[in-house]
Nanobody, 125 residues
Framework: QVQLVDSGGGLVQPGGSLRLSCAAS????????IAWFRQAPGKEREGVSF????????KYANSVKGRFFISRDNAKKTAYLQMNNLKPEDTAVYHC??????????????????WGQGTQVTVSS
């Protein structure tokens, strides 16, 4: 059974940090690029970050550049999103997603085959 399980969300004060995890099972994780998307209430889904299958390419939305860092451990079949200097506007449900397209980036939502269930991130004082 194919699964992506997102975890690591929570409530954090502005300026704080969180690390999200995306644990994969049921498919060959090492062949897939991974991205993180987020969706806030009343807003469209936004691509946040992307990492290619071989860890060679990473991409970030302008809104998170320099604050968020994506990584992966193929041996553990897990991807991560380190989020630093969090802002209230980062509040959203974050989903990881997997695609065989190493050039998909954060724009092509339709390219992603598998999705995690989402983890809530709330940034508030």
């Amino acid at each position: 059974q194919v699964q992506l399980v997102d975890s690591g969300g929570g409530l954090v004060q502005p300026g704080g940090s969180l690390r999200l995890s995306c644990a994969a099972s049921g498919f060959n994780f090492g062949y897939y690029a991974i991205a993180w998307f987020r969706q806030a209430p009343g807003k469209e889904r936004e691509g946040v970050s992307f990492i290619s299958s071989d860890d060679g390419t990473t991409k970030y939305a302008n809104s998170v550049k320099g604050r968020f860092f994506i990584s992966r451990d193929n041996a553990k079949k897990t991807a991560y999103l380190q989020m630093n200097n969090l802002k209230p506007e980062d509040t959203a449900v974050y989903h990881c997603a997997a695609t065989l397209d190493d050039y998909a980036g954060v724009e092509s939502v339709e390219a992603f085959d598998y999705w995690g269930q989402g983890t809530q991130v709330t940034v508030s004082s």
